[in-house]
């Protein structure tokens, strides 16, 4: 008996359910980009070179999308990010092609990067593209600041494992074909 990665069983599954359009309210959306802002001008900070590329880049408009969602963010003078006006004519657009979440979440969750469809700027792209290769975030420095060095680095490791685990899960999830698995 042939079996398939259950993944492929859920994401057909939702792709078939009769949800209505659901919309979250506008002001869930606005304080949820403003703490996105946030994150990344945090991890941002920590990297001299990202402030100094992006400082070069200012009152640039990159906007984000997948589905339905869209995110439009301007490079500030101090070389992080802002939002950018409702009315701000971006000089880059990237455009998540992957429509279904689980395949996205799977792809992520595998390392690789989302395809990502890329209109406008070709210098703006390459800052852009720079930030994404070198850019990471230190969480487990942060979390020593709040409990310590050590059990940071405890919580780090077994987040580490986890995530280990689940790559490799979601990996051979992905490679199994329903023509291969046998039982």
Known sequence: MATQSPFLLLDGFLKNLPLPDLQPPAWAIEETQRRIVLLLNHILGQEKEATGRLARQKSRVVQLQWRAFSMSLVAT???????ASADAKADLVL??????????????????????????????????????????????????????????????EGARAMAKA??????SAATASPAKAQT
């Open 77 to 83: 003078p101090a070389g992080l990010l802002d939002q």
């Open 166 to 171: 689940l790559r490799q899960f979601v990996g």
């Open 95 to 156: 455009v998540m092609t992957e429509e279904s979440p689980l395949a996205l979440a799977q792809t992520l969750l595998q390392g690789n990067r989302p395809a990502v469809r890329i209109a406008g700027d070709v210098q703006l792209a390459a800052e852009v593209n720079w930030l994404a290769d070198h850019v990471r975030w230190d969480l487990e420095e942060d979390l020593a600041r709040v409990i310590g060095d050590v059990p940071a680095h405890t919580l780090a």
